[in-house]
């Protein structure tokens, strides 16, 4: 048994009356690589934002690395942010007038990051994801494949300790996927916890478990 | 260090490029303009119109009598060689330059341009110190027993000749170049309306001087003395002031000799007035500028909302709420910045346009050596300062609910 990465106790989100979960529990251990699945509208995508510090939960509290965030202020949640989670979203949130090597760099501004190591990281993650080529590009120029895989690649910037991401492959081909895959599984070996959203059974080659999120049950 | 970063990521904003940004500077660049032109031209006026009662010498104070009338009854002190004394003892005094009328009728006779001019004038003298200064060759007026005698003109006489020289006749203006060297015929103890026993003169003119306030033309003191057939009174002695003096003390002390400094005076009220006008043009610009702070608030307002996928984005990549108002005021700040650079340039390459076209229209000799726009240090100053202020208070509070934005929220919205 691992220490505790996340945990959820007596989670509830609801929507203008309609309830999506209540009384969600669960505990996520270190070393973890979890594909979290489930119907559209189940919440997975509120889940995750919850474990980022974007959404707050309706009851109930997420801790993380045994910390409630609901006892954060906004300055330790910045924190939690830009060193604890990364986020990579399902519909990327990427500034299409910046290129893709600025949109890489974006969270280095907040966390007072080393911009010299922090291009020389982009490089590398953007050799791992076959963006070297678009590195300098305007994101408008970008295919949708590639601006998900920027998308991800922006998230692993500070080389987070967990990795929060929503449908990474949704948009890409076999060989991108395998690309991403591949890029998940040695920053897993490298220490990283992941957390995946997915509807994509490709991405289950490799995770410690696949959890269920339907009619508010996690399973 | 993190605040240089946050300083980088607004400045690297691409829709802070002056061509987006345009419909918000234009407000403050024209209101900042505005006040560099305005400010400038009253500053520069009152400048010019101060030089030309008080003179361009530095540490001078002219006094004269404190008289007060009644139809014929007028009551006052003259002054003569005690209160030349008395003016040297009041400390910070350095020298006492007397001025005086000579006592009795005078006419000159000029040739100007094919013109003959015959007038009535008073004629005037002064210590040789008072005006050597300003004269291209002080050697020159000095008293001497030849026949020729020099002759100082009035810079004020020459402004008011040259006035109507260009409004009624088509002779070219008088200035200093054209006239130092001149000879004319002067009589001395007869004029027009007083006939009398006449001495005959040539006189040189070996100067014009400003320090000579509104008199006729002035020969050395030692010739008037030398040659008046009654005592001299002086009318105006002029105090040269030690750099380190203080003004009001000196003239607290002239003030109990019964003696007035009616340029000062004035030059004070001209002082006032350009503060007024000033502060007027200022008042002015402001107004501009706060139309200029409202369209501002209403742009940023509508920058937040249009941009709020991209505060939920920074707020998700780890942007405390600080950090997002820190960006929001430095973009405002950036936008004052660039709105008082540009304003102050534009304002600058108005007035200095505008003054030369203004200049050009005035006639030669008027305008030589007269700076219409003079934009003072402290209001380019004050330009500089406050305007990058106006974008931040208007800012203040959009930047404020941007922060207050839900990043899950709004990242779900997008």
């Known amino acids: 048994m691992g220490s505790p990465l996340i945990e959820l106790r007596q989670l509830a989100l609801k929507f203008s009356g309609s309830t999506i979960f209540e009384n969600l529990n669960w505990t996520f251990e270190e070393p973890c690589w979890t594909a979290l699945m489930g119907p559209s509208g189940s919440g997975k995508t509120s889940l995750i934002h919850m474990i980022a510090g974007l959404e707050k939960p309706t009851s109930g509290e997420v801790l993380v690395l045994g910390r409630s965030l609901a006892s954060l202020n906004d300055r330790e949640l910045s924190v939690h942010r830009q060193t604890v989670v990364g986020m990579a979203f399902q519909s990327f949130h990427l500034q299409s007038d910046r290129t893709a090597l600025e949109n890489m760099l974006l969270p280095l501004y907040f966390s007072d990051g080393d911009f010299s190591a922090g291009r020389q990281r982009a490089e590398q993650l953007c050799a791992a994801l076959d963006l070297s080529a678009h590195l300098k590009s305007p994101v408008r120029q970008l295919s949708g494949g590639q601006r998900q895989r920027l998308a991800l690649a922006r998230a692993l910037m500070n080389r987070p300790r967990i990795l929060l991401a929503d449908e990474p492959i949704g948009n890409l081909d076999a060989e991108n996927a395998g690309r991403v895959l591949q890029l998940l599984r040695s920053e897993r070996e490298r220490g990283m916890n992941l957390l995946v959203v997915t509807h994509d059974d490709f991405l289950l080659h490799g995770v410690d478990q696949v959890l269920h999120l339907e009619n508010g049950v996690l399973a | ?414």
Request: proline fraction near 6%; hydrophobic fraction near 45%; charge should be positive.
């Open chain 2, 1 to 414: 260090m993190k605040r240089a970063s946050l300083l980088q990521l607004a400045f690297s904003d691409p829709r802070e490029s002056l061509r987006k940004t345009w419909p918000l500077l234009f407000g403050l660049v024209f209101g900042i303009a505005t006040w560099v032109v305005l400010t400038g031209f009253t500053h520069g006026a009152s400048e010019w119109l101060r030089e030309r009662v008080g003179g361009t010498l530095p540490n001078r104070v002219r006094v004269s009598p404190s008289r007060s009338s009644f139809g014929p009854l007028a009551l006052g002190s003259n002054m003569n060689e005690q209160t030349v004394t008395d003016c040297k003892k009041i400390p910070g005094v350095e020298a006492v330059y007397r001025q005086a009328h000579y006592p009795g009728p005078a006419r000159m006779y000029a040739h100007f341009h094919t013109q003959n001019m015959v007038t009535d004038m008073i004629l005037d003298g002064v210590d040789e110190a008072q005006v050597a200064e300003q004269l291209p060759d002080p050697s020159k007026f000095v008293d001497s027993t030849t026949s020729m005698v020099p002759v100082v003109i009035p810079r004020i006489m020459l402004d008011v000749l040259n006035a109507g020289i260009s409004s009624h006749t088509t002779l070219p203006n008088l200035s200093e170049q054209a006239l130092v060297g001149q000879v004319f015929q002067m009589t001395v103890g007869v004029s027009s309306f007083a006939p009398g026993e006449a001495t005959n003169l040539n006189c040189t003119i070996v100067g014009v001087s400003d320090q000579l306030g509104p008199n006729g033309p002035t020969v050395p003191m030692a010739w008037l003395l030398r040659n008046a057939k009654r005592p001299v009174e002086y009318h105006t002695l002029t105090l040269k002031l030690s750099p380190n003096a203080n003004l009001d003390a000196v003239l607290r002390e002239t003030e109990k000799l019964h003696l007035v400094a009616p340029d000062l005076e004035t030059a004070r009220k001209i002082g006032q007035a350009s503060m007024l006008a000033q502060a007027l043009a200022a008042a002015f610009a402001l107004a501009i500028l706060l139309v200029a702070g409202v369209g501002i608030a209403s742009g940023f307002t509508v920058k937040v909302q249009v941009e709020q996928a991209d505060i939920g984005l920074y707020r998700s990549l780890g942007a405390s709420r600080r950090d997002i108002i820190s960006l929001y005021l430095v973009r405002a700040l950036w936008l004052g910045i660039r709105g008082a650079t540009l304003g102050v340039i534009l304002g600058l390459v108005v007035g200095q346009v505008g003054a030369t076209l203004i200049l050009s229209l005035l006639p030669k000799a008027l305008a030589e050596g007269v700076t219409l726009f003079a934009p003072s240090f402290v209001n380019l100053m004050l330009a500089m300062l406050v305007t990058p202020a106006v974008p931040v208070v208007a800012a203040w509070i959009p930047a404020r609910q941007a922060a207050s934005l839900e990043p899950g929220r709004i990242l779900r919205g997008h």
